[in-house]
């Protein structure tokens, strides 16, 4: 069954540093996100893209952040210079009509 | 924003046991996720549902989209120790890309 992949599964950075999670989605799906989840709460909504393009995103998705699909299939987040209040599990998402999948999982800790 | 009030917040049953749970909003919703995640894993889909009123299955699960648009209900008939986790309503609602994630309920379920 196709899936959602996300790499590295854990990275640890230094704050100020730069990071990039990487992001797999299921081949045929139009919809591309990426939602973070702080330890022990609810998982809140970054970014979504669509069309090569961000089609929507939340107050949390600053300048500091950037997404790209730069190959057609990977779909990457970056974040230009880690905070701590940055550490969280990123999940990448995918979607096809209405339904949508979610990755393992990348779990950042800045430190 | 857009907030999903899941209710109760955390649950303890005895294995066998039905369990239900909610979601609501004060907006309308088009569309409902319902997810289950383990300790340090992805959320995995549960049921999907799209118009008002559907009722839909999956194995010992239930799920209802509400007649207001504005709530959702997910039921797990028989409960076994493998339904511990903590699920959660995603909604997506009219011009919007996004899902909205409630706030959770976690289920412990006693042998």
């Known amino acids: 069954e196709p899936e959602v992949t996300q790499t590295p599964s854990h990275q640890v950075t230094q704050m100020g540093q730069e990071v990039i999670l990487r992001c797999v989605p299921i081949?045929?799906?139009?919809?591309f996100y990426w939602y973070r989840q702080i330890l022990g709460q609810k998982v809140e909504f970054l970014v979504s893209?669509?069309?090569?393009?961000?089609?929507?995103k939340s107050e949390i998705f600053d300048d500091q952040f950037s997404v790209e699909r730069p190959d057609g299939s990977n779909f990457t987040l970056k974040i230009r210079s880690t905070k701590l209040e940055d550490s969280a599990m990123y999940f990448c998402?995918?979607?096809?009509?209405?339904?949508?999948?979610f990755g393992p999982g990348t779990r950042l800790t800045v430190t | 924003g857009q907030q999903l009030n899941q209710s109760p917040q955390s649950m303890f049953i005895q294995e066998g046991e039905d369990v239900s749970m909610n979601c609501t909003s004060s907006?309308?919703?088009?569309?409902w996720l319902w997810y289950k995640q383990d300790p340090g894993e992805g959320p995995v889909l549960l049921i999907a549902?799209?118009?008002?009123?559907e009722l839909t299955s999956n194995g010992r699960l239930t799920a209802q989209f509400g007649i207001t648009r504005k709530d959702s209900f997910l039921n797990i008939s028989a409960s076994i120790p493998s339904d511990v986790g903590i699920y959660f309503c995603?909604?997506?609602?009219?011009?919007?890309?996004?899902?909205?994630f409630g706030t959770g309920t976690r289920l412990k379920v006693l042998a």
């Open positions: 081949s045929n799906h139009l919809y």
């Open positions: 549902l799209y118009k008002a009123g």
């Open positions: 998402a995918s979607r096809d009509r209405y339904e949508q999948y």
């Open positions: 995603a909604g997506s609602y009219s011009g919007t890309y996004k899902y909205i």
């Open positions: 907006s309308i919703f088009n569309t």
């Open positions: 893209f669509y069309n090569n393009e961000i089609s929507e």
